[in-house]
């Protein structure tokens, strides 16, 4: 399907389904459904997606989703629900590619891209964002990366990157900041990665880098973290035996750099601690 608008109207509708079908490509297309699901695939493999844009504006589903389908490519799209989750990887979607792509969000409550359940998936050179809210949340859900990719918030609380039960993902080579809440926080994940990356918020009331919840043996290395009115990183309770090396991580002159509160084993190496107690 190429050079096309394919539209629909309806909370009950899929605009354009895509149903135990492989190796077909969708490119240059305009696709739209403002009262439901814009793009779905089901349970398909192998199929294309290429400089379209996907939009929808509603809370009740996404822009576009993928469930229990692997190894698609979507590349050079614009993404986007106003109103709620832009792109949902779900139920053993794995090995797909987003890359050059834009995804975008504006609700308080929802994220720009979801990964539930699903592993392997690459999101590579990107801009993700929400202005309102979350961005990107991995829940349950293993052996991802995201590289060379912006992601931004302005959200008050929100988890910009969420971490949830998940292990040995990658955040290498990107750019993360939020002014007004988290950067990164990782919940009862263990094994993950994050590498030449800058994580930076500007609040008083959370750290940049968060570990909490029995997220263990996580490495933080060759990154720059900076919170200039708070902490660059805080380690919490059951937050055991992670790692910072060949990092900076720097917190506002009033707080310390990194704060340590009932978590044990960790290993700060080749790094460089600012604020107005290093740790």
Not at 130 to 157: D, E, H, K, M
């Amino acid at each position: 399907i190429s050079y096309s608008t394919i539209t629909a109207s309806a909370a009950d509708v899929i605009a354009l389904h895509v149903a135990n079908s492989s190796s077909n490509t969708i490119t240059q297309n305009y696709i739209s459904n403002p009262a439901g699901l814009g793009l779905f695939f089901n349970t398909s493999s192998s199929n294309t997606v290429s400089y379209s844009t996907i939009t929808v504006n509603n809370a009740n589903n996404n822009a576009m989703g993928l469930g229990v389908s692997t190894f698609n490519t979507i590349t050079q799209n614009y993404i986007s629900n106003p109103s709620g989750t832009a792109l949902t990887l779900n139920d053993n979607s794995n090995s797909n590619t987003v890359s050059y792509s834009t995804i975008t969000s504006n609700a308080a409550g929802y994220n720009a891209l979801e990964l539930i359940i699903s592993s392997s998936n690459t999101i590579t050179q990107s801009f993700l964002d929400n202005p309102a809210g979350p961005v990107i949340n991995f829940n349950t859900s293993n052996n991802n990366t995201v590289s060379y990719s912006t992601i931004t918030s302005n959200g008050a609380g929100a988890l910009t990157v969420h971490v949830l039960t998940s292990s040995s993902n990658t955040i290498t080579q990107s750019y993360i900041y939020n002014p007004a809440s988290y950067g990164i926080i990782f919940n009862g994940s263990q094994n993950n990665t994050v590498s030449y990356a800058t994580v930076r918020n500007d609040t008083a009331a959370f750290a940049a880098v968060t570990l909490l919840g029995s997220s263990t043996f996580n490495v933080v290395t060759q990154s720059f973290i900076h919170n200039p009115y708070g902490t660059a990183v805080s380690i919490q309770s059951g937050a055991d035996n992670n790692t910072i090396s060949l990092s900076t991580a720097t917190g506002a002159n009033a707080n310390a750099a990194v704060t340590i509160s009932a978590a044990s084993s960790h290993t700060f190496s080749n790094s460089y601690l600012q604020g107005y107690t290093a740790a």
